[in-house]
């Protein structure tokens, strides 16, 4: 049956989401064990998580239809968006601490409160970067825990997601690296220079295990899945969904910018290009899985359904106070 079970601004809380804790893994992980020592050029790629962050909790609390009274999502014991919010607050508590430990060496005015953090602005990051991982493997989870909605309910949505959101955060890096408010100098630019490097390698292996993860799932649902599931492939496939699939998200989302990343070497095509394929192709991939909710139906389902009234109704429409016409 078909009934969205959420609507667009979930998909870009989970893409968002996503993106800020790819970002926020990577660089605790390149600080950590890549370039230590060198933080300052990871403080404009967290500051963008941070804004990640907080659009993405917009849009959350814009599906949940009531603004005023959104911190009740910490009240419901079995609510999954729960442990969502709750990584997305810390992640952006910590990650926030790290920023401001730089922000002094741009803004003098606060140069007291960073002198003051930045002796432990490696632990904000790996604090950050910890609740960065569990973020993306969240946005996968929250989908997949939803057993009646066969599209969703596979481990391999979990490990795409996660895929996509590290790939994307290397995207992220990639673009921000080394910017505002770090202070310019031969050893940063060096040190995002080798960062830079890595980070195309390790992209490169990543659409790969995206494109390979990918078309797994969706051409074994549209092979051997059940029918629920295989109708919702075969929309990908060879339906109404196979020109954003073929196109959107494997052509220019993906085999694009691999091919960009492979021959493309230093130039615009590989640095600037590929990078923002990479961030449209994950943004449609929530789209789109958010957007295939399809689920069995109940029996009896469609039955009761057409039974009940109509929003245009005869009886509806024609009633007026006072005057019983039925």
Not at 61 to 68: A, M, S
Not at 73 to 92: C, D, N, Q, R, Y
Not at 206 to 226: D, H, P, W, Y
Not at 268 to 286: Q, S
């Amino acid at each position: 049956m078909k009934h969205h079970y959420w609507e667009p601004p979930i998909a870009l809380y989970l893409f968002l989401g996503g993106l800020a804790g790819g970002i926020l893994f990577l660089a605790a992980i390149f600080n950590s064990f890549v370039v230590p020592g060198y933080a300052e050029v990871f403080a404009l790629p967290v500051l963008v998580s941070l804004a990640c962050v907080a659009v993405g909790c917009v849009f959350l609390v814009i599906d949940l239809g009531q603004p005023g009274v959104f911190w009740r999502v910490w009240t419901t014991s079995k609510s999954i968006i729960k442990w969502g919010a709750t990584f997305l607050v810390i992640a952006a508590v910590f990650a926030l601490l790290f920023f401001l430990a730089f922000i002094g060496d741009a803004w003098p005015i606060f140069a007291g409160l960073s002198d003051f953090l930045k002796p432990a602005a490696d632990f904000f990051l790996i604090v950050a970067g910890f609740f960065g991982l569990c973020i993306m493997m969240y946005t996968g989870i929250m989908l997949s825990t939803l057993k009646a909605h066969a599209f969703w309910a596979t481990p391999a949505l979990p490990v795409l997601f996660t895929i996509s959101a590290i790939s994307t955060g290397c995207a992220a890096v990639v673009l921000s690296i080394g910017g505002w408010p770090a202070v310019i100098s031969l050893e940063s630019l060096v040190v995002s220079e080798i960062v830079l490097e890595i980070l195309h390698v390790v992209d490169i292996v990543l659409v790969i295990a995206e494109l390979i993860v990918l078309l797994t799932m969706v051409l074994s649902f549209a092979g051997a899945g059940n029918v629920t599931a295989k109708a919702a492939a075969l929309r990908w496939v060879k339906g109404s969904y196979a020109g954003l699939f073929w196109v959107g998200m494997v052509g220019l989302g993906l085999v694009v910018p691999l091919v960009m990343y492979i021959g493309g070497g230093h130039s615009a095509a590989a640095t600037l290009i590929a990078p923002i394929l990479v961030l449209c192709g994950g943004c449609l991939l929530r789209f789109m899985v958010v957007n295939t909710d399809d689920r069995a139906e109940i029996p009896g389902e469609n039955r009761y359904y057409n039974r009940v009234a109509k929003n245009d109704a005869e009886f509806i429409t024609k009633w007026t106070y006072g005057d019983n016409q039925f």
